[in-house]
Nanobody
């Protein structure tokens, strides 16, 4: 089970840190990802991190503003979001794959097997 938290309401230019804690399953050997879904839109890729934390990938829209990281001892993955924009408003989901390394499919929802319940991020202008 994946539990996402840390969402909330923030003004444009502000920051938030999302957390995703895993229980009942050790995801330390697998790729983890963050996706988001705005109202009326498809779920889109945000960021992904490989098993060791040494390799990651970002959507162009968040590159340079968001940072994905993981702490294996806590079985938790984080998404630090800085310089937030109103267009970042969405429900953010964490996801776990069954691969240890990033592959092209790591940027699509079909590349993930486990999903958290989502946490809402609202950025006001």
């Amino acid at each position: 089970q994946l539990q996402a938290s840390g969402g909330g309401l923030v003004q444009a230019g502000g920051s938030l840190r999302l957390s995703c804690a895993a229980s009942g399953w050790s995801f330390s050997s697998y790729v983890m990802g963050w996706f988001r879904q705005a109202p009326g839109m498809e779920r889109e890729f945000v960021a992904a991190i490989n098993w060791s934390g040494g390799n990651n990938a970002y959507a162009n829209s968040v590159k340079g503003r968001f940072t994905i990281s993981r702490v294996k001892a806590k079985n938790t993955v984080y998404l630090q979001m800085n310089s937030l924009k109103p267009e970042d408003t969405a429900v953010y989901y964490c996801a776990g794959s069954l691969r240890s390394s990033l592959v092209p499919n790591s940027t699509t929802p079909s590349g993930y097997f486990y999903w958290g319940q989502g946490t809402l991020v609202t950025v006001s202008s």
